[in-house]
């Protein structure tokens, strides 16, 4: 069964309006991280968490907001959303090894366009 | 700043070809280089990563290895089919941080 699960899948949201993507993983990994795709950038890291209660600015975050309630939940909020906000966005979680680092397991995707 | 770039955009091949996607990176510390492929409609999805330069990573019958000379690092299958027509990611992540730095993509076209 899916690790990390993500709602809504496919969302259309209107110019100003606010727009919340939710994202569930039952891995117990202390990291969650939101990224972007769009095409011909690959994945943007938008924000990111090292636990409940702990948000950190990716590569990308401004116009977004996130909120990590518990070790299960990292929603990314979009408080005004702009047409060029439309994109599929991935959830993903993960935990930090000494010697390799992070591995990232990523949810199925929300697409969202912006109209 | 750390950053890993992946020129090829598009690659399309016979069934059988061999496969070799390239990608560089920048980084100041000790890296792992991370393979992720992800399939139409899917998430992306850990396929190998390799710790140690000049070590090689292995996984359903793809090959990475990275040098730490050229600061390269690929992917490489010696016959391809038609299943693994796909969008390959490659990454790059350092031991001090919880971070992933993706590149732009590779879509596979694997043709009959």
């Known amino acids: 069964e899916a690790a990390v699960t993500q709602s809504p899948r496919n969302k259309v949201a209107v110019t100003g309006g606010k727009v919340t993507l939710s994202c569930n993983q039952t891995?117990?990994?202390?990291?969650m991280y939101w990224y972007r795709q769009d095409t011909g950038h690959g994945l943007r890291l938008i924000h990111y968490s090292y636990g409940a209660g702990s948000t950190e600015k990716g590569d990308i975050p401004d116009g977004y907001k996130a909120s990590r309630p518990s070790q299960e939940n990292f929603s990314l909020i979009l408080e005004l959303a702009t047409p060029s906000q439309t994109s599929v966005y991935f959830c993903?979680?993960?935990?930090?090894?000494?010697?390799?680092?992070?591995?990232?397991?990523f949810g199925e995707g929300s697409r969202l366009i912006v109209v | 700043g750390d950053s890993v770039t992946q020129k090829q955009g598009q690659v399309t091949l016979s069934e059988d070809d061999f496969l070799f996607i390239n990608c560089t990176y920048s980084t100041t510390t000790y890296p792992t280089l991370f393979w992720y492929v992800q399939y139409p409609g899917q998430g992306p999805q850990l396929l190998l990563k390799?710790?140690?330069?000049?070590n090689k990573g292995i996984s359903r019958g793809f090959e990475a290895t990275y040098d730490k000379g050229t600061t390269s690092f690929h992917l490489q299958k010696a016959s391809v089919q038609e299943s693994d027509s796909a969008v390959y990611f490659c990454?790059?992540?350092?031991?001090?941080?919880?971070?992933?730095?993706f590149g732009s993509g590779t879509k596979l076209t694997v043709e009959p």
């Open positions: 993903a979680s993960g935990d930090w090894d000494r010697s390799s680092g992070n591995t990232l397991y």
């Open positions: 891995n117990n990994h202390n990291n």
């Open positions: 990454a790059l992540g350092m031991s001090n941080y919880n971070v992933l730095y």
């Open positions: 390799v710790t140690t330069a000049n």
